[in-house]
Structures are given as C-alpha cells and as structure tokens.
C-alpha cells in the first residue's frame, strides 16, 4: 500500500526515527568557528540555495553540497541515478518548515519517495519542486546519533546541537515512516531549525530513442514535473 503525508503541518513532539543499519560508513564535518556563525562564507552561501537549480549535462553528475546550518561547513554528498540513461540530474534546496508537499513511496522506482502533491503557494512549491520530483536526502534532528552514523550507511555526518544532533539522511531504500520522521524533526516545535536541506532528482532531457533500453524506461514512467 502506498503511503502519503501532508507536510503542511509539524508534529505537537519530537518524532526521532530509528535508523535501520547498513553498511557504508559516515564522515563527520568539522564546525567554522563560533565568529563565523552569523556570517556565511562563500562556500555556505553556495550551499545555501533558496531554489532548485538542476544542470543538464551529457553524463550525469551526482554531487550536490548540502547547508548544514550557519556552523558547520556544507557537506558534499554523491548520488547515483535512478535511471541509468543519463537523463536525470540532482539539487539541493533549502527549505521552510511547514514544507507543504505531499510525498508517497514510488510505484515506478522500487525504494525511492516522490512528490505526488504541493500545497498552493508553500514553502516547497517557492522553492521550485514539482509533482514527480524523487527526494534522495534531507537534513534532520536525531539522538545519538554519532552511534547510529557509525553503524548505519543512510547517515553521512553527525553533528553537535544541544542534546540532539544535525544529520544527513540518504533516504534511498528508508522505512517510509523513518523518512518523515527525519522530515519532522526539523519543525520548530519538534527542536529543530524551521528548516531543512532537500535533495531531489528530477529528469531534465528526454532519453536517446535510438537506444531500446532507454525508451523502454521512459514508457515505464519517469520523474518527469509539471510546470510549476
């Protein structure tokens, strides 16, 4: 059964996920220093992207930096295509809580998540995200979650933020009820920041139709957007 929720509003508590274990490693970003806080440097600026910006390239590119807030340097994160004929690219967006999507376990692409709806003039729509757009990662709060970095692949990086943590979640594969988990914790109410770094993937060419393989893909469904 496919599963959706409406983002539009935050959880009354903290809902922290438990992250199932895998097996690729985390890294761990370093702080800027405390004088750096309000101040952006050119690199958070960068990472800082109030829109998503997809670049149409031969041969897909997969890395994207991701804001980790005013403290911390951007992290750069590498993904690998849902589709295999170079027809997709990744971005990074910042977005406001509430975001104001609706998003629901993909029939086309086994362990992805899509967006199936948008709320009328909310944050996710402003930041230019489309119906059928795949979210590959989001920012998030969590509890211990240096221990679960270590033990689990989805989670690039932990970092210090009181009693809980800013992490990286590569939804990829994730229990769905993980996902909006993590997507929650970054309200206010829940203790996080208002708001959180997405990334998504979006086709943005058609594919080759000389090649069968290719054109079979596209019949089958794609992440093809409408027109915001």
């Known amino acids: 059964m496919i599963l ?4 539009a509003a935050t959880a009354s508590e903290a809902l922290v996920a438990s992250w199932p274990r895998s097996g690729r490693g985390a890294l761990l970003a370093s702080p800027t220093s405390a004088e750096d806080a309000v101040m952006l440097t050119e690199a958070q600026l960068a990472a800082k992207k109030a829109s998503l910006e997809f670049r149409e390239t031969k041969y897909f590119f997969g890395r994207v930096e991701v804001f980790m807030g005013e403290r911390y340097k951007p ?45 009328e003039g909310g944050n996710a729509a402003a930041a230019g995200v489309q119906v059928g757009d795949i979210l590959r990662g989001t920012t998030a709060m ?12 989805a989670f690039s990086v932990g970092l210090s933020e009181g009693k809980k943590q800013c992490a990286f979640l590569n939804v990829d594969r994730q229990p769905f009820e993980n996902i909006m988990s993590a997507l929650q914790s970054n309200a206010l109410a829940n203790g996080g920041p208002g708001e959180a770094c997405l990334v998504f993937e979006r086709r943005v060419k058609l594919p080759d139709a000389s090649d069968p393989q290719e054109a079979a893909l596209d019949d089958d469904g794609g992440a093809a957007a409408a027109p915001a």
Request: glycine share 4%.
């Open 4 to 7: 959706s929720v409406v983002l």
């Open 142 to 153: 969590a509890l211990n979650v240096q221990r679960a970095s270590e033990e689990d692949a």
């Open 75 to 119: 992290l750069s994160e590498v993904f690998e295509p849902t589709l295999k004929d170079d027809t997709t690219a990744v971005s990074s967006v910042v977005v406001a809580a509430p975001f104001g999507m609706v998003i629901e376990e993909s029939e086309a692409y086994p362990g992805r998540v899509q967006v199936l709806e948008l709320v």
